[in-house]
Structures are given as structure tokens and as C-alpha cells.
């Protein structure tokens, strides 16, 4: 397999496109096509302050690094969950972060929200205390994932949250929407989803890369990032849609890509649209964050935070950000029980 452009081996031979590319062209082709999404969906302009979502993953750190190299001003917001395991889940994804921010982001400010210092709990104890996901951790994890990001990147005064969301993502969230036939999910489906009061502009610049290819571009740039998942990711439903979705791409190339992008097509179109009875959205009476919950929303609801608590759980500045001294016990407990050799 050789380059397209020069002959020399290829790293990637990208089926759906009939093109291989060797690192060099790879590399200039990735940061290229990323450019033309930006633009394609009108994501945003050159002067925005993008908060980017980094997990410690490849995705995100990918997304991190492609958009710095392409000269926007981005800061990023990584969210300590408290998921550990064996492999001590989130202290390698924090470290992996605060290597790649020092090294490539210097003069990027990295927010860490450590949800067990700011709210009491992990989320695997939260989650074992709810009914919310019936005992597993995901949809407590992404309850509060996306009230934090929303939340920091609205009170820190950013014009855009950007997320690592690649193909693989898109399509199986579609493929289960459309099985079900969610109309509000499938309409609200998008690379781009419009601030609205109290919600921020959301972004998925990856959201036409396949997996393999940003993990192409970390490997080609050599971005240290977590290749374990998370441990509660086994049995996960998207990822048995991923696996659907693939054995569909092997029997024909393009498959995904056409799925998805014939999708916005048809929702451009107007063909999935938001039903009637939507509610509208109003303001949490404890939190204040936006809503369609009557009286508190569900993470208030999920944390059990009200207002006769005193609130002090959930004032602007409980959203902390933490600085260098602060990351001292985390990267202790990190060299007690993985090798970061390699990080």
C-alpha cells in the first residue's frame, strides 16, 4: 500500500475515500478536512473562544491539537468523574491531558472539574444511590458531563464548546434514534446545535472522521493519550451499535459516511422536526441552568440539591478550576499504580 501523493508507504488506506496517504500527507489531509467541516457547517469564525471537552482520549486530544494548529484560541475542560478500576481510569486521563496541555496548549488554560470534590460523590456512587440507568454508571456520567460542560463554558463566557465526537459516534447514536424512531433525538442531532438562553453553542468538528482516522492522526503526531476504556463500557448499547456499523463498513465502504450525511440531508430538508409538544425550556428553580423538568432539573434532582440546602453546592464559583498544586495527590496515586514511562 503506498501514498497517493508520493509513493512512499502509507499509514491509512481509507476505502470509502480510495485514497492511502503516507504521516506527511496524512497529517496535512487531516488538518485540511477539519478546516472545511469548521466551514462546511459554520461551527465558528476565527475570533471565537472554543472550550474544547478532552477526556484523555483520543478524539478530544486529537481535536485539542488539530485546532490549535489551525490558530484558534481554544482552552480546555477535562471533568474528573471518579472512575477507576484496576486501571485507575480517570488519573491516567488526567495525566495524559496535563502532558499533552504542558507540551502542545502552554498558553491554553486546562479547567479540571473534579465532580467528587465539587458535588460529594463519584459517579459509580452516585449512580449505585439513583435509579437513573438502572445501576449503571453512563447515563449518570453523561447527565453530569453535559450540565458541567454547558455550565462552565456559559459562565466562563466561551462562544462555542467543542466536543471529539467522530463518525463511529454519530452513526450508532443515529442508528439507535432511527431504530426507535426518536423524532426529538433525531432532530436535535447535528454537528452543530445553536446557544439558546442559557445553553451554549455546541460543535463537533470529527463528526466526518471515522474512529480509525483520528486515531491515525494521534498516532501520526504521536499525542500519549488513554487506549484502555472506560471499564463500565463493556456491554455498552452504542458500542454494540459500533459493532453493527462496522460489519455493515466492511461489506461496503461508505457505508457510515453515507448514512450520516445522507441523515443531515434529510433533516436539512426539514424531515425530522421538533414534535409540538416539546416543552419549552425554563429555568431550573435550584440551579438556574435550563430545563424542561418542572420545578428542579435532573442533576439537582440526581444530586438531591435544593434550595432549603443552602445551594452552596452548586454557586458559580463550586465550579472549580483547579491549578497546579492541586494535581499534586493525583499524580501520586498515578505512579503508585501505572507505569507513566510513556505518558
Not at 466551514?39 to 481535536?63: C, H, N, P, Q, T
Not at 461508505?254 to 414534535?275: M, W
Request: glycine fraction near 8%; proline fraction near 3%.
Amino acid at each position: 500500500m503506498r501514498c497517493r501523493k508520493c509513493d512512499t508507504p502509507a499509514v491509512i488506506n481509507m476505502r470509502h475515500h480510495k485514497l492511502a496517504l503516507c504521516g506527511e500527507h496524512y497529517d496535512e489531509w487531516f488538518v485540511n478536512s477539519t478546516q472545511r467541516a469548521i466551514e462546511k457547517y459554520k461551527m465558528f469564525g476565527r475570533d471565537a473562544r472554543i472550550l474544547v471537552a478532552v477526556s484523555g482520549g483520543k478524539d478530544s486530544l486529537a481535536l485539542w491539537d488539530v485546532l490549535g494548529r489551525l490558530g484558534y484560541k481554544t482552552d480546555g475542560l477535562y471533568i474528573g468523574l471518579g472512575i477507576q478500576g484496576e486501571i485507575k481510569y480517570s488519573d491516567q486521563s488526567l495525566a495524559c491531558i496535563r502532558k499533552f496541555a504542558a507540551e502542545r496548549a502552554p498558553d491554553s488554560t486546562l479547567h479540571v472539574v473534579d465532580i467528587q470534590e465539587t458535588y460529594g460523590k463519584t459517579i459509580p456512587e452516585i449512580s449505585r444511590e439513583t435509579s437513573r440507568g438502572h445501576g449503571k454508571p453512563c447515563s449518570s456520567c453523561g447527565l453530569a458531563k453535559r450540565y458541567v460542560m454547558n455550565r462552565l463554558a456559559a459562565e466562563r463566557g466561551y462562544d462555542v464548546l467543542a466536543t471529539g465526537h467522530n463518525l463511529d459516534d454519530e452513526a450508532a447514536v443515529l442508528m439507535q434514534n432511527t431504530l426507535h424512531w426518536q423524532t426529538g433525538y433525531l432532530a436535535r442531532q447535528a454537528p452543530v446545535l445553536d446557544a439558546s438562553e442559557g445553553l451554549a453553542r455546541k460543535v463537533k468538528p470529527f463528526c466526518r472522521f471515522y474512529e480509525r482516522e483520528t486515531a491515525t492522526y494521534a498516532v501520526v503526531r504521536e499525542i500519549d493519550y488513554v487506549y484502555d476504556e472506560c471499564p463500565y463500557a463493556v456491554g455498552n448499547l452504542t458500542n454494540f451499535y459500533k459493532t453493527l456499523l462496522n460489519q455493515l463498513e466492511a461489506e461496503s465502504p461508505g457505508a457510515k459516511l453515507s448514512f450520516y450525511v445522507e441523515f443531515l440531508k434529510a433533516r436539512q430538508a426539514g424531515f425530522f422536526k421538533t414534535p409540538e409538544d416539546h416543552k419549552d425550556l425554563h429555568a431550573c428553580e435550584v440551579c438556574g441552568q435550563p430545563t424542561t423538568a418542572p420545578g428542579r432539573c435532573a442533576f439537582c434532582r440526581m444530586w438531591n440539591i435544593t434550595t432549603a440546602s443552602g445551594g452552596a453546592l452548586i454557586a458559580p464559583e463550586a465550579i472549580t478550576t483547579r491549578g497546579d498544586d492541586a494535581f499534586e495527590d493525583i499524580e501520586a496515586r498515578v505512579a503508585e499504580t501505572v507505569d507513566v514511562s510513556g505518558l
